[in-house]
Each structure stands twice: as structure tokens, then as C-alpha cells.
């Protein structure tokens, strides 16, 4: 009896002992697991001023005659958005338009959610189907190359607007990307820009019907 006692008491000490580290351990995973998710807030809380980063030195560039285009089909916030996106992403050293690559969510979309996507992907395609007329009468699209796949859209700018969009020396409005980002309406940005184009001159006097046909 008395070694089964002891036995009882070693195996006791032993389930006591087993016992304590599983309570370390679960408290270790526990702060490890609190940890992780510290660590990956902290990542997306890194992406995201990377992102507005970014924002601040994006600079939308682009001649004075582009800003006063208007297609033949209106455009939409998202629509315009991405015009301005993208222009911002031209580098002052480019001297060709190469076909370029930008995820969705580094164009600050992130409203639009997987629901929306396919939305999202034919509201973007119906740009090509909106030309403009430039100043030498032909007329053009914003792009050459313009896709659309998960969340990963593909373009090239038309070579034709190289003289409106490249290594302009004059005649040209711009302004930081940021600003028209939480703006409502393709009617406000409209306005933003054709302000912004008489911004050195102070002020602009514009006949109703003109300010219409621009808007």
C-alpha cells in the first residue's frame, strides 16, 4: 500500500509538473499569437503610409490642352480617377510610354470590393470606347493597351499623346494627385483642374456655355 502511495504521489507530482507547463505554454502561445497580430497591424499600419507615401509625391502632369479635352461620352469618377492614377506614375525622365503593370489596390480603390470587380473591370474597358479630339483633329484614346485581370490592371498610353504628356516644358497645368482623390464628382475635378490651370494667373472669367462644354 505504502508504494502504491508513493507511486501515487511521483505520478501527482509528475500530472502537477505536466500540468504547469502546459499553463506556460498556453501562455506563451497566447502572447505569441497577441504578438502576431501586433506584428501584422503593424505591417498594414507600414503599407498603408507607404501608400500615402506615395500619394504625396504622385503629381498628375499633363498640357493644357488635355485638361481642356472632353470625350464624347462623359466619364466616370472611377473612370477619371484612374486617368489621373496613372498619369501620375509618368516619371519626368520618360521619353517612351512602355506597357506597364499596377495592382488595383495601390490606386487607392479600396472601396470597391470583390463584389464589385467585375464592375469595376467593364467600367474601366467602356474607357476605350470613349476617344477625344486633340488639337490636330485626330482623335485619339487615352490608351493603346488597357486589361483588366485580379486585381492587376495592364495599360500603355497612346504614343499620340506623347507631345501632352512627356517632358513638358510649357503650357501644361499640374497638381498633386492627393488633391482630387476624396473629391465627390466628375464635376468637381473638372472645375479642380480648370482652376488649377489659371492658378498662376490668379483668376479666370469663363462664359456659362463654355464652363458647360467643359464640364
Not at 487607392?108 to 474597358?125: Q, T, V
Not at 479642380?192 to 494667373?201: F, G
Request: proline content about 3%; overall charge positive.
Amino acid at each position: 500500500a505504502k508504494k502504491i502511495l508513493t507511486s501515487a504521489k511521483k505520478i501527482l507530482t509528475s500530472a502537477k509538473k505536466i500540468l504547469r507547463f502546459a499553463k506556460n505554454f498556453v501562455f506563451f502561445a497566447q502572447i505569441n499569437f497577441y504578438n502576431l497580430k501586433l506584428i501584422c497591424i503593424f505591417k498594414k499600419r507600414i503599407c498603408k503610409m507607404k501608400q500615402e507615401l506615395k500619394k504625396e509625391n504622385y503629381k498628375v502632369v499633363k498640357h493644357n490642352d488635355l485638361v481642356n479635352e472632353k470625350p464624347d461620352q462623359p466619364y466616370t469618377l472611377n473612370q477619371l480617377k484612374l486617368i489621373c492614377h496613372l498619369i501620375s506614375h509618368i516619371k519626368p525622365t520618360d521619353t517612351n510610354f512602355e506597357t506597364k503593370e499596377v495592382l488595383l489596390s495601390e490606386l487607392g480603390f479600396n472601396s470597391i470590393d470583390s463584389y464589385n470587380y467585375s464592375r469595376f473591370k467593364s467600367e474601366i474597358l467602356e474607357l476605350l470606347k470613349k476617344p477625344f479630339e486633340l488639337p490636330t483633329k485626330y482623335w485619339v484614346n487615352w490608351f493603346s493597351t488597357l486589361s483588366y485581370k485580379e486585381g492587376v490592371i495592364e495599360y500603355a498610353f497612346d504614343e499620340r499623346l506623347k507631345p501632352y504628356l512627356l517632358n513638358l516644358k510649357d503650357n501644361f497645368t499640374s497638381y498633386q494627385l492627393k488633391n482630387i482623390l476624396s473629391l465627390k464628382s466628375v464635376y468637381a475635378i473638372r472645375m479642380y483642374e480648370l482652376l488649377k490651370q489659371y492658378e498662376v494667373a490668379k483668376a479666370r472669367t469663363i462664359e456659362i456655355k463654355e464652363l458647360r462644354s467643359l464640364l
